[in-house]
């Protein structure tokens, strides 16, 4: 079973992975968010997220999943959470690094 998790962008926006795939926020109705995919304009790739975070809609993607890029950006990233908070322990750190994650 897949999980929500929420990164970060080098410009500072929201964006979600779910099932391997990154997304950005399409929309936003009444209650739910629509994530779409991320870097594929023709993709119809799509996650409808509810307020409390439960994945109501989940459209597949046309390509295959982004996993090494998540990978990669994680594994950097929390190298460099490690160096800046050295007074938590591993850890923590890798709890905390999983959920800020700065992906391009
Ligand atoms: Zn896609």
């Known amino acids: 079973m897949s999980v929500l998790q929420y990164i970060t962008s ?5 964006l979600l992975v779910y099932n391997n795939y990154i997304h950005r926020q399409d929309r936003r109705d009444e209650n739910k968010i629509i994530w779409r995919c991320n ?8 996650v409808h997220v509810s307020e409390n975070d439960i994945v109501l809609k ?15 950006k994680k ?3 929390g190298m460099k959470t490690l160096a800046k908070e050295n007074s938590l322990t591993t850890r923590a750190i890798l709890g905390e690094g999983s959920s800020q994650v700065i992906i391009q």
């Open 58 to 72: 989940y459209v597949d993607h046309s390509h295959l999943s982004d996993v090494a890029k998540i990978q990669a």
């Open 39 to 46: 870097g594929n304009q023709k993709c119809s790739g799509r």
């Open 10 to 14: 080098q410009r500072g926006k929201k």
């Open 75 to 77: 594994t950097v990233e």
